[in-house]
Structure formats: structure tokens, C-alpha cells
């Protein structure tokens, strides 16, 4: 049953990804953007999920019994996200306006390299390919506490390699950090979505504070860059708001912020929190908000067919990204 279920999931995932690549047949930047969207936002669960594996390691508390397993399981998208970004090594010149543009500093010049680019990004793939392999067997608090700086550290660069430098004239300090809170958000409401799934939770309460917690620094890490930069009134910055300022944009992050906001003031009543139901509502439409937030990222400026490329890339990525869940879940009973 579980099988049948995989094959269906790859096979209508393939044909979604497969539709996704072929718009760039007809517009190569619009396509492979909103592909870079959808793909983004698959590695960020595989990203999310392993600083909270590695946190697990380090943090004594009641939230290891319910999260370790489905932590575990999203490791096993590792192999699906990088797949999913060869496409984007490979489009790189459509993708990104400063290939093959004069660099505007001389640092952009090194940073911005072709080959330097795809090796941090590939880096970047290899380092947490290793770090998941590790971290399905106990790991010790050395090795947890150096791997969690390094992909820390790691994922701020990448970031914002990948999306920040869609717009060369922009640049925030604080911006790969940002994209790790939304990383790390998705993340744990996968994971609270897959242990809903594989049965009540033992300590429900703990993992809605923890959701609630979580939306919190997301809701300041996602104001603060904003209100930096409209008070600095800084001119370079203030462009890449003015790109989202379109009436479906504003709608985008509007929805987005909803999904989140809806969710934080509601985990504040413990009635919710201790609620599977209400708690499994939260998780979803975290999740859904989420992956809007990193096509609200990725996309603006970039023309109708980005979006529908997005969409198809979200639907393909997502049904083979649940069929790789399936399996790794299957061969971890069989492992029992």
C-alpha cells in the first residue's frame, strides 16, 4: 500500500516537475525563477529539520521524544533538494543578472563568480548530506554543537547567494538569517504534520509552545529588515520592497503574514496548544505561508509565467518530496 503510494506520488510529481522546466522553453528566466522558488523552499525543510536534529543533541527536553523521528525523516530529502538545484546551477545565466555583468565591486567581482557560486552551493549540499547521514544514529555534543555553526553559518551565505543576489543592488546583513527562521519554521511544522500523522503526540503542549515560540522570532526577524531599512531611508534597499509593492504582491505577503500571524496569537491560549487538531491547523497553514514567503522572495519582477513555473514546481517537488518521506519511513520500520 505504502509503495502503490510512492509510485503514484513520484509519477505525478515527475510530470509537475517536468511541466515546471519546459515553460523555460519559452521564457528561460520566468521558468527557472520560479522553479528556484519552489526548490528554495524544499532544501529550507531539509535545512530546518537538521538544525533542529542537531539542537535535539544539545538541548535536554521532553520535545526529543516526539521530534527526533520525524526530524530523521526529512533528512531524507537531502537527495531530493539537491536534484532540485541543478537546474538552478545550470540556468544560472537567465537566472541572475550579475552573470556575465560587469561586477560592481571588487569583491562582487570574486563572490559573485560563476564557479565559486556553484561550489558554495554544492558545499553547501555535501555538508548537510553528511551531517544528516551522521545525525540518524546519536551523535555526541562536540559533534552536534561544530556541525550546527558550521550550517548555520553556512546557510546564511547560501541564502543569500540564492535569493538575495536575484537583486544586485540590494543587500541586508540580516537576510540569510531570515530565510533561516522561515527555514526552521517550515521545518518544525513538517515535523509536527508527520508526528501528528504517526500517532498522538506524548507531549502535544510542548510542541505548540515551541511552534509559538518559533513565530515569534519569524514575526521579528521578518519586520526588522523591513523597518531598518525605511528609517534609514536607504535607496539601494528601498528598490527591492518597491518590486513587491504590486497589488498581488502586497496580497502575497498579506496571506502570508496571515498564515503565520493566525497561528501565533492562537498557540497563545493553552487550549490550542494541548489541541492535536488546532495544533495540526497551525502546523499546516505555517507551512502553507511559508512557501508563499519564498515565492514572495524569489519572484517579483519576473512576469506571470514565474508564478505558474512556481506553482508547477511546488506541486512536482511536493508530491516527490511526500514520496521520499513515505519511503524513508518505510525503511525505517523495516530497520525495527
Not at 148 to 158: D, E, G, H, K, P
Request: some cysteine; aromatic content about 12%; overall charge positive.
Amino acid at each position: 500500500m505504502i509503495r502503490g503510494g510512492e509510485r503514484w506520488l513520484g509519477a505525478v510529481g515527475a510530470l509537475g516537475a517536468v511541466a515546471a522546466l519546459l515553460l523555460a522553453l519559452v521564457d528561460p528566466r520566468a521558468a527557472l525563477t520560479g522553479w528556484l522558488g519552489a526548490a528554495a523552499f524544499v532544501a529550507g525543510l531539509a535545512e530546518g529539520a537538521l538544525i533542529l536534529l542537531l539542537m535535539l543533541a544539545l538541548i535536554a527536553g521532553r520535545w526529543r521524544e516526539d521530534l527526533r523521528g520525524p526530524a530523521r525523516l526529512l533528512g531524507a530529502l537531502w537527495p531530493l533538494a539537491a536534484l532540485a538545484f541543478v537546474p538552478v546551477l545550470a540556468g544560472m545565466a537567465t537566472i541572475y543578472p550579475w552573470f556575465g555583468a560587469p561586477p560592481h565591486s571588487a569583491f562582487a567581482g570574486v563572490w559573485l563568480n560563476p564557479l565559486f557560486f556553484a561550489a558554495r552551493t554544492i558545499g553547501w549540499f555535501v555538508l548537510g548530506w553528511f551531517v544528516a547521514a551522521r545525525a540518524l544514529g546519536e551523535v555526541s555534543e562536540g559533534f552536534a554543537a561544530g556541525m550546527l555553526i558550521a550550517l548555520v553559518l553556512a546557510t546564511n551565505f547560501v541564502a543569500s547567494d540564492w535569493l538575495m543576489t536575484l537583486d544586485p543592488e540590494f543587500a541586508s546583513s540580516g537576510f540569510g538569517l531570515q530565510v533561516i527562521f522561515f527555514d526552521v519554521c517550515g521545518a518544525l511544522a513538517a515535523m509536527i504534520l508527520l508526528r501528528l500523522a504517526g500517532g498522538p503526540p506524548r507531549h502535544t503542549g510542548v510542541l505548540g509552545g515551541l511552534l509559538l515560540t518559533l513565530l515569534l522570532l519569524w514575526a521579528y526577524i521578518q519586520f526588522m529588515p523591513f523597518l531598518i531599512i525605511w528609517s534609514g531611508n536607504l535607496p539601494g534597499s528601498v528598490g527591492w520592497y518597491l518590486a513587491r509593492r504590486g497589488t498581488g504582491w502586497v496580497a502575497a505577503i498579506v496571506i502570508a503574514s496571515l498564515l503565520g500571524g493566525a497561528p501565533l496569537f492562537a498557540l497563545f491560549a493553552p487550549q490550542v496548544r494541548e489541541s492535536r487538531r488546532w495544533l495540526g491547523l497551525c502546523a499546516a497553514a505555517v507551512l502553507v505561508g511559508k512557501a508563499i514567503e519564498f515565492c514572495w522572495l524569489a519572484l517579483p519582477g519576473r512576469g506571470p509565467l514565474a508564478l505558474l513555473a512556481w506553482l508547477l514546481a511546488l506541486a512536482g517537488l511536493g508530491c516527490l518530496t511526500l514520496a521520499s518521506l513515505l519511503r524513508a519511513a518505510r525503511l525505517a520500520e523495516a530497520r525495527l
